[in-house]
């Protein structure tokens, strides 16, 4: 169960994080990895380590926020790796702070990354799963979407807007073989939470938003994401899995 051998899976924003941890989970279970996204040097050191348990890997880099730049890049990605069969939206900027103090640009570079580049990433590969009608597109979405966070406004509209991007785009092409879903992560260990949960006060806050007593592991959504890629999914369509740690309970 679970076998993706013989799949070609493209993770942007694999540099880090979850990223990084899908696209290791990925080729885990077989997969041939195209890596993309703006850190190159960072991405490369993922790929040695897909390259390391015998799974091939490319690297291409692309800023998200430059559409144009984006279906060239999948081109290349095509061209390196073979067609893509998986694309998992993973790249995500945020930056929490009170609504009245948020900046057009502020607003700007969260819709750009986190709503915009995953439908233009989603338009690059459709096409090719069209035509064999085939493909798996996981988006990385969040509690933030489905519930009101003080200080999220402008991450929790992308959030949310990604969230329905999946349930459209799932309507729209799972009668020609494409299932489109997405991953709600809750709190999970990232570059960013690892040193918030060394100062106690904020660290309670980021359990509260769950039931469980501790974090999500990135490992753990990396297992969703196999699911998700994997033919034991392909009657799951326009579903958002929560793995929250409970939050959406709530």
């Known amino acids: 169960m679970f076998d993706l051998t013989g799949k070609n899976a493209a993770v942007t924003g694999a540099a880090r994080g979850l990223g990084k941890a899908i696209a290791l989970g990925l080729a885990d279970a077989g997969a041939d990895l195209a890596l993309v996204g703006l850190e190159g040097e960072l991405m490369e050191d993922v790929a040695q380590a897909i390259r390391a348990k015998g799974r091939r890997a490319v690297v291409v880099e692309l800023d998200l926020r430059n559409v144009p730049a984006i279906a060239p890049a999948f081109a290349k990605a095509e ?13 995500g900027v945020n ?49 933030a979407g489905q519930k009101g966070y003080a200080e999220h406004a402008a991450y929790g509209a992308t959030k949310g807007g990604i969230i329905q991007l999946t349930r459209d785009l799932a309507v729209e ?3 020609r073989g494409i299932q489109v879903n997405a991953i709600a992560p809750g709190a999970a260990w990232t570059d960013m939470t690892t040193p918030a949960m060394q100062i ?17 592991n990135p ?11 994997s033919k034991e999914a392909d009657q799951v369509i326009g579903h958002i899995l929560n793995v929250d740690g409970g939050s959406g309970a709530q």
């Open 173 to 175: 092409w799972a009668g």
């Open 200 to 216: 106690p006060e904020i660290a309670a806050s980021i359990l509260a938003r769950g039931v469980s007593p501790r974090i999500t």
């Open 79 to 91: 061209e390196l790796l073979g067609p893509i069969d998986i694309l998992v939206n993973n790249a």
């Open 95 to 143: 930056k929490t702070e009170p609504s009245v103090d948020v900046l057009q640009e502020t607003w700007d570079r969260l819709n750009d990354v986190n709503l915009r580049a995953p439908f233009f990433c989603a338009q690059a590969v459709a096409p090719g799963m069209l035509a064999r009608g085939v493909g798996k597109i996981i988006n990385i979405a969040s509690d």
């Open 219 to 229: 490992e753990e959504i990396a297992w969703a994401a196999i699911y998700l890629a």
